[in-house]
Every structure is written in structure tokens, then in C-alpha cells.
């Protein structure tokens, strides 16, 4: 099996608008997504299409989490990491052929809220109608029980009873050219998860960028932690490499370290913003990273204008004023405060969440826990 775990791409919006802004043929984006016949319980639209033979041959088939929740890991750089329940399921896909006689997957990905797959279905006489969506249903059945368990064991994000949205996109991939665009889909995943998407973190700065010269102290927490249980530990703490994050050419002076180094967070959790108030309290520098945007000038708190116009604070963003919030972009900020900081502290950090899988992906040594990587097969 071609396991191409470690490379992919965030659906904007549905699968199917994204699929439709693939070269990947009429074959396959025929008829996808859309509303074809009434289910048996009532209104509810079907997706399969009723010309399409589902006992046989080669489908393209993409699995949604539940409210598009990234659940399953995170993307680092181009590898989708995945913690307990992604690597749970990554498990059950490469078995699958043996639970299934005349199934093959040749190609998968699982991402941080959805799946990949590019299944082929021997033709068979024991073979249902509607093979592919009995070998999918099952699969999802399988891995809501492993979700449940992981649940109950406060390993996973709570999303309901299952990990899935309902039902499943598929497509015809009839021929073998359209078989290779749809691999080098999967395959591709994550590398365009992030940097294609959102561009450098650096993009838009408001205050003093000689900041970024410095060997700053990054901070983290998950959402959902509660200021009075704020315990700030050390994760790591790398050897100060010198100068990081700006141009060669850049002409900016490197900051002197005669007093307290920056500190770099979001500052958009309880705890983060916890720890941004004793910074202001304490007059200390620091670099807020903004996922949405920075504010308005007129808009920023007097307290952190002051500061960026005395030299204390930069304020940077990889969009542009008013963009919005967005989870996937502020995975990535946080990625860059991990890979970035010279130090990295961290108050709660819930287990299953996406940041758990980004601070086990990124530490300097091996991580004790299981979080795992996917990785070709």
C-alpha cells in the first residue's frame, strides 16, 4: 500500500469547491457534492450518483470531521502530525484491505479534519450494490468507537457521539490518469496546508521589528484553561543561533539582552492573556502575533501603543488588517512561536488538542507521550 500520509491541503469551504479547482478530470468531479435523490429517512440530499456502479472499481473518497474540527492533528511544516485518535484511525485504513476481501487502498492521508482515500473495489458476486458505502460506513462505525473510547479517556476533543461529519464525498476515478492526478492530490495535502495559505507570519508588522533580533521567550496554552490555574513550565529552551527572522540585508540593530528577552505569544487563551497582563504590569517587551490581523491603530489598547512607539513591542500578522479569525491560520502562528522562540514555556496544554500535537511535533528531543507522525508506508 501507498501510504502518502505526510503530505496535503485544508478543504476551503466543501470538498467539493476544492476538488473543482483541481486538474483532476470530469471523471472525477462528476456529479460531486451535489444534491442528487432523496434519502430513505426523507429530505435529507444522497451523494451518490445513481448512474455510478458502487460494487466495483476506483473511487476517490474524502471523509469529513465532525463541524470540520480539527481533531485528528496538526500540520508541521509539510507532515501532518497526528495525536492518539488520528494515528488510531491511520491504523485501521492500512488494515482495512484485510478486513475487507477484494478492497484495496492504494493511496491515503489522513489530515487534521478529514480523510483521503483512494479506494479499489474488486468486482465480486458477494459484493452489495452499494459496496464502497458499506465499506466506509463500517469503517466510520469503527473509528466513532475508537473516538468514544479515547473520549472517555480525556484523550481526544469532544465532538459529539463520532469523530465524522455525515456521509462521505466520493468520486470516479475511472482511469489511470485521472488515478495519478488524484495520488499526486493526496500526496500534496499537506505541503499546501499552511505556507500556500497563509504566507509569512511576518507579513505585517506594527512597532519595533528589531524584536525579532532577539532571543525571545515564547508562551502557550490550550482554550479552555483557567487563569487561577496557571502554572507556566519550561518545555524547551534552545542555544541563541543570533539573528533569525529578518532579510540578510537587513540593517536593523541586534537587541542588547541587558534586560528581560521578549516574550511572543498570541495572547488569545485565558492563560495567554493571563500572562500578557503581568508583561504590561511589569513593563516587559513582548511580540503579540495576531491570526486575524493587527487592529486599527485607533483600535489597539493605549497600553500597547504606547509601548510599540517606545521600542518595547511589535505587533505582527501573516494577513492584513480586518482579515478575521480563522483556527488553521492561528495553528500556524503558534507553529512559528514554537519553531521561533529561543525558550518556549507553556501553561495547560489539553491533551488531543491541536497544540499538544504541534508542541510534541516541534520539541527539540523526542516527545515521551504517543503522539505519532504519519508517515509513508
Not at 18 to 41: M, N, T
Not at 275 to 302: D, K, M, S, T
Request: glycine fraction near 8%; hydrophobic fraction near 35%; include cysteine.
Amino acid at each position: 500500500m501507498n501510504n502518502a500520509g505526510t503530505e496535503a491541503r485544508q478543504p476551503e469551504g466543501t470538498e467539493a469547491r476544492q476538488l473543482e479547482e483541481e486538474p483532476l478530470g470530469k471523471s472525477v468531479v462528476k456529479g460531486l457534492g451535489r444534491p442528487l435523490g432523496k434519502s430513505v429517512k426523507g429530505w435529507r440530499p444522497m451523494l451518490r450518483h445513481p448512474d455510478i456502479d458502487y460494487s466495483r472499481g476506483w473511487f476517490f473518497v474524502t471523509i469529513q470531521a465532525a463541524f470540520n474540527k480539527t481533531i485528528f492533528g496538526a500540520i508541521v511544516g509539510e507532515r501532518a502530525v497526528l495525536n492518539d485518535l488520528g494515528a488510531a484511525i491511520e491504523e485501521t485504513i492500512r488494515n482495512l484491505g484485510a478486513y475487507y476481501s477484494g478492497t484495496t487502498i492504494d493511496t491515503f492521508v489522513v489530515m487534521p479534519n478529514h480523510v483521503h482515500l483512494l479506494v479499489k473495489i474488486d468486482g465480486r458476486p458477494t459484493n452489495s450494490p452499494h459496496q464502497l458505502g458499506v465499506v466506509i460506513g463500517r469503517f466510520k462505525s469503527y473509528c466513532s468507537k475508537l473516538y468514544r473510547d479515547l473520549k472517555s479517556a480525556g484523550r481526544v476533543v469532544d465532538v459529539g457521539t463520532t469523530p465524522w461529519q455525515r456521509d462521505y464525498w466520493e468520486s470516479l476515478a475511472a482511469d489511470e490518469t485521472v488515478r495519478e492526478k488524484v495520488r499526486a492530490y493526496i500526496r500534496n495535502n499537506p505541503k499546501k496546508w499552511t505556507r500556500d495559505r497563509f504566507g509569512l507570519v511576518t507579513s505585517h508588522v506594527y512597532g519595533n521589528v528589531g524584536l525579532l533580533n532577539a532571543a525571545f521567550v515564547g508562551f502557550v496554552a490550550s482554550q479552555g484553561a483557567y487563569q487561577d490555574d496557571l502554572k507556566p513550565r519550561l518545555l524547551w529552551k534552545r542555544p541563541q543561533t543570533g539573528r533569525r527572522h529578518l532579510d540578510a540585508d537587513d540593517e536593523t540593530p541586534v537587541e542588547a539582552e541587558a534586560e528581560k528577552p521578549p516574550v511572543i505569544s498570541t495572547f488569545t487563551s485565558a492563560q495567554e492573556r493571563a500572562v500578557f497582563a503581568r508583561v504590561l504590569r511589569n513593563g516587559q517587551r513582548f511580540i503579540c502575533v495576531y491570526p486575524g490581523g493587527i487592529p486599527p491603530e485607533a483600535e489597539l489598547p493605549e497600553e500597547i501603543r504606547k509601548s510599540c512607539a517606545e521600542g518595547r513591542a511589535l505587533l505582527i500578522s501573516p494577513v492584513e488588517t480586518g482579515s478575521g479569525l480563522n483556527k488553521q491560520r492561528a495553528v500556524w502562528c503558534n507553529e512559528y512561536i514554537l519553531r521561533n522562540a529561543a525558550e518556549v514555556w507553556a501553561g495547560a496544554v489539553t491533551p488531543g488538542h491541536t497544540l499538544a500535537s504541534l508542541v510534541a511535533a516541534l520539541a527539540p528531543t523526542p516527545p515521551t507521550s504517543s503522539w505519532r507522525t504519519s508517515a509513508s508506508a
